[in-house]
């Protein structure tokens, strides 16, 4: 059985290693630590007990950013995902959330095609953004207008 809830401060393991697992330049404890407080929203998805991803988003006014989404490699493509960005925006929804944007490596097809799956379009690229084993690697910069409860899926 699955459970998505907030994570906090004391998750931080479990939820570091889900970053690591996921990341080839994952994000440091100290980054993920930085990430609670009264402008961001930390949720993970639980799988009988266990972490098994995690989405750390931040909001300003009527506009959020989703800054992180990972799903452990042993738990990806089933849904895990999808579960994730639904309460995304059950959470933009209690906020009264206009726009979501978010950053996504120009390789990483899948999570294109998740983005775009959930109405997500690109609106621009950063040019050498990521770093990558050979240089850098751009990022591909995507929104999403939320028009209240009408888009969450139910």
Known sequence: MSVIKSFSVSDIDPIHAIEVACNPFPWSRKTLQGCFG????????MVDNQWCGFYVAD???????????????????????NALL???????????????????????FAAQLLYINH???????RTGYYPAQTGHEDAIIMRKSLDVAALIEK
């Open 119 to 125: 109405d997500f379009s690109q609106i621009d690229r």
């Open 59 to 81: 909001y300003v006014v009527d506009e959020m950013t989703l800054m992180e989404i990972a799903i452990h490699p042993s738990w990806q493509r089933r849904g895990y995902g």
């Open 86 to 108: 639904n309460d995304l925006f059950h959470q933009a929804d209690k906020l009264n959330i206009r726009q979501c944007f978010l950053e996504v490596r120009a390789s990483n």
């Open 38 to 45: 009264p402008r961001y929203i930390t949720r993970g998805i």
